[in-house]
């Protein structure tokens, strides 16, 4: 090989280098500032995800949205991060009819293809109920196996508690894809 080549072959490696620390301080950063990975505990938003499913969750800049599977942070009684998903904002007057097992927000009957069951299992909170300004109503997909916003030990999560809105499933890998 010739000095020339030599040159070019380590310039070659050289910027392979470069762009390869490149690529960790942008994944480094991504993942400290926008991004986080999470571990789904239990069943309670089965079907839609199952116990021991690992989350990608965008956290940066993220603003609350109804339908939202949402990662909120565990200083409650559970310790864990929990995932669950937004049905009521800020000034919503969201109701249940155990009965019929219908979820209502500001009126209208929800669709909800996503949920194991209709809703029966009623905790301690009175509806219809008013979210407070700064809070989120928060259910999990399996109704009648999810302690949620139905139960004061949880109630209405602080939207600074929402961590960030999971959008990506990692693990299992039978499973890897986008979620709704």
Known sequence: MTEEGSEKSGQGLLEWYEALVFAIVVVVVAFSFALRITLVNGTSMVPTLQDQDRLVVW???YT???GDIVILDGYID???PLVKR?????????????????????????????IADQT????????????????????????NGSTDSRFSSVGCIDERDVLGKAFFRLLPFSEIGTIA
């Open 120 to 143: 029966h299992l009623q905790g301690d909170v009175t509806f219809p109920l008013t979210v407070p300004e700064g809070k989120v109503f928060v259910m999990g997909d399996n109704r």
């Open 78 to 80: 559970f310790g864990k």
């Open 86 to 114: 937004i049905i009521g904002l800020p000034g919503d007057t969201v109701n249940i009819d155990f009965s019929t097992g219908e979820v209502s927000v500001n009126g209208e009957v929800l669709d909800e293809p996503y």
């Open 64 to 66: 609350p949205a109804h």
């Open 59 to 61: 956290a940066a800049g």
